[in-house]
C-alpha cells in the first residue's frame, strides 16, 4: 500500500482541487487536459477516477503500483511493521535509483533495486541523490524552489504546484547528498521543521548552498503560524490552512519566501564562541559553462591540486582574450569590462605553477604563433629596408626629382600576455595592442612588490594599474622617445599568478588595502593537502575545445564609434537578467552596508566582478555554439557570475580573516584544517602519528581538548572491535560527517 503523497508523486500536472482533493493527468491514456480526479476516501483509502473512462486497474498499472496500494494499511496489527508509504529517488531523467521506506512503526529504511525485480536493503555504491530531482531540474530560474525535511512535505507541496526537495535521511543528512548542483544559481527556500534539530538542519543547508544558489533563504513557519506546535512541518501547516485554496496557500508561501531576508553567514546562528574557523569551500566548478567546466575538472586532476588553481587563471586568460572587444552594459553610464585580476595562493609545492601552465596553455601557444610570423615578417622588412636605402640613395642623387621611395614600416609584434615590464613599457604594448594584454606572473610577489620602489606604494604606478583594472584612459609621460606623451584611450590588463600566503600577506602592505588595489585581487587559498601521484590526464579533446573556445574570442573585433574609431560593443542584459541583476545588486547592497573597513572595500568590488564574470560565461557559451544570443547576457549567465561572484566573496572573507589572525588562532587553524584532512575526526594517537609537532599523545590530546573548550568540536566513545577489548576516545568536529561538507564556524 501506499499513501496518497506517494500516488501524487508519480503523476504529472498535480494540481490541488480543495481539501484532500487532487486532479492530475492520467497515466493511462494520452492526457492532455488534467482528468484524473484524486481523493481520500475511508480509513484512508485512494480515490482515482478518470473522466475519460479509464479503468483504476489500469491507472495505477501504469504508475508501477496494484489496486491493493491504494487501501490503508490494514495489517499493522500483526505487530509486525509494515510499509505504509516508498519515495521514489531517481536521477534527472527518472531513473529509479534507490526507495525511501516508512513504515507503520514511523521508522524509515532504504532500499535499491537489485536488477531483477526485487530490491537490496542497503545503499552500497549508490550516490545519494535530491528528492523531485527531475521536477526540481525543470523549474525556472525566477521561480522558488522549497527544501523540505521530508518526502512527505515535499510531495504536499508539490500537489500545490510548488517545486520542492529534500535529502534522503531526515536532518543533518545534507552532507550525504552526493551532487546538489540543480540548486546552483537557483532561489532557494528552506523551510526548516518547528524545533532545534530541524532549525539547525536548516543552517547547515542554508551554509551549503551559500555562494552557489542565486540565492537563500530560511523561512519560519511562525511568520505565517504563531502557534505551531513543537515539531510542525510544512505539511501540518497545509492541513491547518485547509480553509485556504491550493492557489492561495501556495501565493502565501511563495509571498513568504519573497519578503523574508536573505541568508548570510552573519545572520547564522553562532556555533562557537571562539574565533571563527571558516572551512574552505570548494571551487564551484559546476557553475562554468562547458568545455570549461569539463576542463578545469580534468585538470585539477591531471595536476592533482585543487580546482581553484586552475580555473582562477583561466577566467583572467579569457578575460583578455575578449578583452576591450566587449563589455556589459547594466545601465546606460554604466559598463564593466572583461577584465580579471585572479591570484591563486598556496604553499611551495601545492602545484599552482603547473596548474596555470596548464590553463594558459591556448594563450602560450598563440604568443608563440605570432612570435614565428613575427620573424618572418622581420626579414622582409630587412629586404624592404635595403631596398629602401638604395632607392633612397638613388632619389638623392637624381637631385631629389619626383617623390621620394615610401619608408617600409618595421613589423609590430602582436602580443598576447607579458610578465615583467614597467608602466612606460607596458602602455607602448597596450598602445600596439588595442584588445588588452594578459600580465602573468608566476610568483606574484614581483608584480606587487614592482610598485613604486621606494614610495611604498604611494607613487603613481599602482593609480595607473586600478586605472588599467576599470579599463579606463592612461597617459603616461616620458623623459626620451620619439614621443613623449603616450595617451592609451583604454588601457585593460587582467593579471593572473601565484604567491605564497606569507609573502601574499607581506606584500599587501596596508598601502594597498587604502588604495583599493587589494580589494581589486579575486584569492584563492585552498588547505594545504598531501600530493598523490595520478594516471589521470586531460582528455585532448577537452584542451581542444578550450583552444577552440579561445580562438573564438580572440576573433572578436571591436565596434566603430562616432569618430570612427573602434571601442567596445555593449552587451546588454535581457529582461529575466536584469531582474536577476538588480536583485543581486540590492542584496549585495544590504551585506556591504554592514561590512566595514577592508571587507567593506572587497564586496564594492565583487559587485562589479559579478557582472565581469558574467560576460565572461556568456561569451563563452557563445564561442561554444550554444544557443546563445551573443548581443544580449540572458539569466543564466547572470546567475552564473552572481554565484561566483558570491563564492569570491565568501573566499576572500576567509583569507582577510587568516590575514588577520593571532598566532594561536593560526595554530588553530592549521590544527582544524589537518583534522579535515583525516575525515573530521581522530583520536590523540592519530594526531601525534601524523603530525611532528605533537610529539606524545598526552600532547596531542591536549590539543585536541583546547578544541573541545574552544567549541570546535567534542569527544565520543567508539566501541571497542572483538571482545574484551576497550572503548576509544575519539575527537569529532563540530558537524564534521564529511570533510569536504564541514559548515563554517560563523563570526559573533
Same mark, same amino acid.
Given at each position: 500500500?501506499?499513501?496518497?503523497?506517494?500516488?501524487?508523486?508519480?503523476?504529472?500536472?498535480?494540481?490541488?482541487?480543495?481539501?484532500?482533493?487532487?486532479?492530475?493527468?492520467?497515466?493511462?491514456?494520452?492526457?492532455?487536459?488534467?482528468?484524473?480526479?484524486?481523493?481520500?476516501?475511508?480509513?484512508?483509502?485512494?480515490?482515482?477516477?478518470?473522466?475519460?473512462?479509464?479503468?483504476?486497474?489500469?491507472?495505477?498499472?501504469?504508475?508501477?503500483?496494484?489496486?491493493?496500494?491504494?487501501?490503508?494499511?490494514?495489517?499493522?496489527?500483526?505487530?509486525?511493521?509494515?510499509?505504509?508509504?516508498?519515495?521514489?529517488?531517481?536521477?534527472?531523467?527518472?531513473?529509479?535509483?534507490?526507495?525511501?521506506?516508512?513504515?507503520?512503526?514511523?521508522?524509515?529504511?532504504?532500499?535499491?533495486?537489485?536488477?531483477?525485480?526485487?530490491?537490496?536493503?542497503?545503499?552500497?555504491?549508490?550516490?545519494?541523490?535530491?528528492?523531485?530531482?527531475?521536477?526540481?531540474?525543470?523549474?525556472?530560474?525566477?521561480?522558488?524552489?522549497?527544501?523540505?525535511?521530508?518526502?512527505?512535505?515535499?510531495?504536499?507541496?508539490?500537489?500545490?504546484?510548488?517545486?520542492?526537495?529534500?535529502?534522503?535521511?531526515?536532518?543533518?543528512?545534507?552532507?550525504?547528498?552526493?551532487?546538489?548542483?540543480?540548486?546552483?544559481?537557483?532561489?532557494?527556500?528552506?523551510?526548516?521543521?518547528?524545533?532545534?534539530?530541524?532549525?539547525?538542519?536548516?543552517?547547515?543547508?542554508?551554509?551549503?548552498?551559500?555562494?552557489?544558489?542565486?540565492?537563500?533563504?530560511?523561512?519560519?513557519?511562525?511568520?505565517?503560524?504563531?502557534?505551531?506546535?513543537?515539531?510542525?512541518?510544512?505539511?501540518?501547516?497545509?492541513?491547518?490552512?485547509?480553509?485556504?485554496?491550493?492557489?492561495?496557500?501556495?501565493?502565501?508561501?511563495?509571498?513568504?519566501?519573497?519578503?523574508?531576508?536573505?541568508?548570510?553567514?552573519?545572520?547564522?546562528?553562532?556555533?562557537?564562541?571562539?574565533?571563527?574557523?571558516?572551512?574552505?569551500?570548494?571551487?564551484?566548478?559546476?557553475?562554468?559553462?562547458?568545455?570549461?567546466?569539463?576542463?578545469?575538472?580534468?585538470?585539477?586532476?591531471?595536476?592533482?591540486?585543487?580546482?581553484?588553481?586552475?580555473?582562477?587563471?583561466?577566467?583572467?586568460?579569457?578575460?583578455?582574450?575578449?578583452?576591450?572587444?566587449?563589455?556589459?552594459?547594466?545601465?546606460?553610464?554604466?559598463?564593466?569590462?572583461?577584465?580579471?585580476?585572479?591570484?591563486?595562493?598556496?604553499?611551495?609545492?601545492?602545484?599552482?605553477?603547473?596548474?596555470?601552465?596548464?590553463?594558459?596553455?591556448?594563450?602560450?601557444?598563440?604568443?608563440?604563433?605570432?612570435?614565428?610570423?613575427?620573424?618572418?615578417?622581420?626579414?622582409?622588412?630587412?629586404?624592404?629596408?635595403?631596398?629602401?636605402?638604395?632607392?633612397?640613395?638613388?632619389?638623392?642623387?637624381?637631385?631629389?626629382?619626383?617623390?621620394?621611395?615610401?619608408?617600409? /614600416?618595421?613589423?609590430? =609584434?602582436? @602580443?598576447?600576455?607579458?610578465?615583467?615590464?614597467?608602466?612606460?613599457? *607596458? &602602455?607602448?604594448? #597596450? %598602445?600596439?595592442?588595442?584588445?588588452?594584454?594578459?600580465?602573468?606572473?608566476?610568483?606574484?610577489?614581483?608584480?606587487?612588490?614592482?610598485?613604486?620602489?621606494?614610495?611604498?606604494?604611494?607613487?603613481?604606478?599602482?593609480?595607473?594599474?586600478?586605472?588599467?583594472?576599470?579599463?579606463?584612459?592612461?597617459?603616461?609621460?616620458?623623459?626620451?622617445?620619439?614621443?613623449?606623451?603616450?595617451?592609451?584611450?583604454?588601457?585593460?590588463?587582467?593579471?593572473?599568478?601565484?604567491? /605564497?600566503?606569507?609573502? =601574499?600577506? @607581506?606584500?599587501?602592505?596596508?598601502?594597498?588595502?587604502?588604495?583599493? *588595489? &587589494?580589494?581589486? #585581487? %579575486?584569492?584563492?587559498?585552498?588547505?594545504?593537502?598531501?600530493?598523490?601521484?595520478?594516471?589521470?590526464?586531460?582528455?585532448?579533446?577537452?584542451?581542444?575545445?578550450?583552444?577552440?573556445?579561445?580562438?573564438?574570442?580572440?576573433?572578436?573585433?571591436?565596434?566603430?564609434?562616432?569618430?570612427?574609431?573602434?571601442?567596445?560593443?555593449?552587451?546588454?542584459?535581457?529582461?529575466?537578467?536584469?531582474?536577476?541583476?538588480?536583485?543581486?545588486?540590492?542584496?549585495?547592497?544590504?551585506?556591504?552596508?554592514? =561590512?566595514?573597513?577592508?571587507?567593506?572595500?572587497?564586496?564594492?568590488?565583487?559587485?562589479?566582478?559579478?557582472?565581469? %564574470?558574467?560576460?565572461?560565461?556568456?561569451?563563452?557559451?557563445?564561442?561554444?555554439?550554444?544557443?546563445?544570443?551573443?548581443?544580449?547576457?540572458?539569466?543564466?549567465?547572470?546567475?552564473?557570475?552572481?554565484?561566483?561572484?558570491?563564492?569570491?566573496?565568501?573566499?576572500?572573507?576567509?583569507?582577510?580573516?587568516?590575514?588577520?589572525?593571532?598566532?594561536?588562532?593560526?595554530?588553530?587553524?592549521?590544527?582544524?584544517?589537518?583534522?579535515?584532512?583525516?575525515?573530521?575526526?581522530?583520536?590523540?594517537?592519530?594526531?601525534?602519528?601524523?603530525?611532528?609537532?605533537?610529539?606524545?599523545?598526552?600532547?596531542?590530546?591536549?590539543? %585536541?581538548?583546547?578544541?573541545?573548550?574552544?567549541?570546535?568540536?567534542?569527544?565520543?566513545?567508539?566501541?571497542?572491535?572483538?571482545?574484551?577489548?576497550?572503548?576509544?576516545?575519539?575527537?569529532?568536529?563540530?558537524?564534521?560527517?564529511?570533510?569536504?561538507?564541514?559548515?563554517?564556524?560563523?563570526?559573533?
Amino acid at each position: 500500500m501506499a499513501d496518497v503523497h506517494t500516488i501524487l508523486s508519480r503523476l504529472k500536472k498535480v494540481k490541488g482541487a480543495g481539501h484532500g482533493k487532487w486532479s492530475a493527468l492520467c497515466p493511462a491514456h494520452a492526457d492532455k487536459k488534467p482528468s484524473l480526479s484524486v481523493g481520500l476516501g475511508e480509513n484512508g483509502k485512494v480515490l482515482l477516477h478518470c473522466h475519460a473512462g479509464c479503468d483504476v486497474k489500469d491507472i495505477v498499472a501504469a504508475i508501477g503500483m496494484t489496486e491493493a496500494d491504494l487501501f490503508a494499511d490494514a495489517s499493522a496489527q500483526t505487530g509486525k511493521p509494515e510499509i505504509v508509504a516508498t519515495y521514489d529517488y531517481t536521477d534527472i531523467d527518472g531513473k529509479l535509483l534507490y526507495q525511501v521506506v516508512r513504515r507503520s512503526d514511523k521508522s524509515f529504511l532504504q532500499r535499491r533495486p537489485d536488477g531483477r525485480g526485487g530490491w537490496v536493503w542497503n545503499m552500497k555504491g549508490t550516490p545519494r541523490v535530491l528528492y523531485n530531482l527531475p521536477y526540481v531540474a525543470s523549474t525556472p530560474i525566477q521561480d522558488w524552489v522549497f527544501i523540505v525535511e521530508g518526502e512527505k512535505d515535499v510531495d504536499a507541496l508539490r500537489a500545490l504546484n510548488i517545486a520542492a526537495t529534500t535529502n534522503s535521511g531526515g536532518a543533518g543528512k545534507w552532507h550525504q547528498v552526493a551532487d546538489d548542483s540543480v540548486l546552483h544559481g537557483q532561489r532557494v527556500a528552506i523551510i526548516p521543521d518547528n524545533d532545534d534539530p530541524g532549525r539547525e538542519h536548516a543552517q547547515q543547508v542554508a551554509q551549503a548552498l551559500h555562494g552557489r544558489a542565486l540565492e537563500v533563504k530560511v523561512l519560519d513557519l511562525l511568520a505565517v503560524w504563531p502557534e505551531a506546535p513543537s515539531k510542525a512541518d510544512v505539511s501540518d501547516y497545509i492541513e491547518h490552512r485547509d480553509c485556504l485554496s491550493p492557489e492561495d496557500l501556495a501565493d502565501g508561501l511563495i509571498e513568504l519566501a519573497d519578503s523574508a531576508p536573505v541568508w548570510t553567514p552573519e545572520s547564522a546562528e553562532v556555533l562557537s564562541t571562539s574565533a571563527p574557523i571558516v572551512a574552505y569551500q570548494p571551487f564551484p566548478v559546476e557553475i562554468l559553462p562547458e568545455p570549461l567546466r569539463s576542463f578545469v575538472a580534468q585538470a585539477g586532476e591531471a595536476v592533482g591540486c585543487d580546482t581553484a588553481f586552475v580555473a582562477l587563471p583561466l577566467l583572467a586568460g579569457l578575460a583578455s582574450a575578449i578583452g576591450n572587444t566587449r563589455r556589459i552594459g547594466l545601465k546606460r553610464i554604466w559598463s564593466e569590462p572583461a577584465i580579471i585580476w585572479a591570484a591563486i595562493v598556496g604553499d611551495s609545492g601545492t602545484m599552482k605553477s603547473p596548474a596555470m601552465e596548464l590553463a594558459l596553455k591556448p594563450l602560450r601557444q598563440r604568443q608563440s604563433k605570432a612570435i614565428k610570423q613575427h620573424v618572418e615578417a622581420m626579414e622582409g622588412y630587412k629586404t624592404e629596408a635595403m631596398r629602401y636605402e638604395l632607392d633612397l640613395a638613388s632619389w638623392k642623387k637624381s637631385g631629389g626629382e619626383g617623390l621620394p621611395p615610401a619608408e617600409p /614600416q618595421s613589423p609590430v =609584434l602582436s @602580443r598576447c600576455w607579458c610578465d615583467d615590464t614597467t608602466i612606460e613599457a *607596458l &602602455a607602448v604594448l #597596450l %598602445l600596439q595592442n588595442w584588445r588588452g594584454l594578459l600580465m602573468v606572473r608566476d610568483e606574484l610577489a614581483g608584480w606587487l612588490g614592482g610598485f613604486d620602489r621606494y614610495t611604498q606604494g604611494k607613487g603613481s604606478d599602482v593609480a595607473k594599474w586600478i586605472e588599467m583594472h576599470g579599463g579606463r584612459s592612461m597617459m603616461v609621460d616620458r623623459k626620451t622617445g620619439q614621443s613623449r606623451t603616450i595617451y592609451v584611450p583604454r588601457a585593460a590588463v587582467s593579471v593572473t599568478g601565484g604567491i /605564497q600566503p606569507v609573502t =601574499l600577506q @607581506r606584500s599587501l602592505g596596508r598601502a594597498y588595502f587604502e588604495n583599493g *588595489l &587589494a580589494a581589486r #585581487l %579575486l584569492l584563492a587559498h585552498p588547505p594545504r593537502r598531501a600530493k598523490r601521484w595520478t594516471e589521470a590526464e586531460v582528455d585532448p579533446a577537452t584542451e581542444q575545445a578550450i583552444a577552440t573556445v579561445f580562438d573564438r574570442l580572440f576573433d572578436l573585433e571591436p565596434v566603430e564609434g562616432p569618430d570612427g574609431d573602434p571601442e567596445p560593443g555593449i552587451i546588454h542584459l535581457s529582461s529575466p537578467a536584469k531582474s536577476a541583476w538588480v536583485q543581486f545588486y540590492n542584496e549585495h547592497a544590504d551585506e556591504q552596508v554592514e =561590512l566595514s573597513g577592508d571587507l567593506s572595500a572587497a564586496w564594492s568590488k565583487l559587485e562589479g566582478y559579478a557582472a565581469r %564574470l558574467a560576460l565572461i560565461v556568456h561569451l563563452v557559451r557563445w564561442a561554444w555554439d550554444e544557443s546563445v544570443d551573443h548581443d544580449e547576457v540572458d539569466a543564466q549567465s547572470i546567475a552564473a557570475g552572481i554565484a561566483l561572484s558570491r563564492w569570491f566573496g565568501q573566499e576572500t572573507q576567509r583569507v582577510y580573516d587568516i590575514f588577520n589572525e593571532s598566532e594561536e588562532d593560526r595554530d588553530r587553524r592549521e590544527l582544524i584544517e589537518r583534522i579535515r584532512r583525516k575525515g573530521g575526526k581522530l583520536t590523540a594517537r592519530d594526531l601525534q602519528r601524523c603530525s611532528r609537532a605533537y610529539p606524545t599523545s598526552d600532547a596531542a590530546e591536549a590539543a %585536541l581538548d583546547s578544541l573541545v573548550e574552544a567549541g570546535f568540536g567534542r569527544w565520543e566513545q567508539v566501541p571497542a572491535h572483538g571482545k574484551g577489548g576497550r572503548p576509544t576516545r575519539r575527537f569529532r568536529l563540530a558537524d564534521s560527517a564529511d570533510v569536504d561538507k564541514t559548515p563554517q564556524m560563523l563570526r559573533n
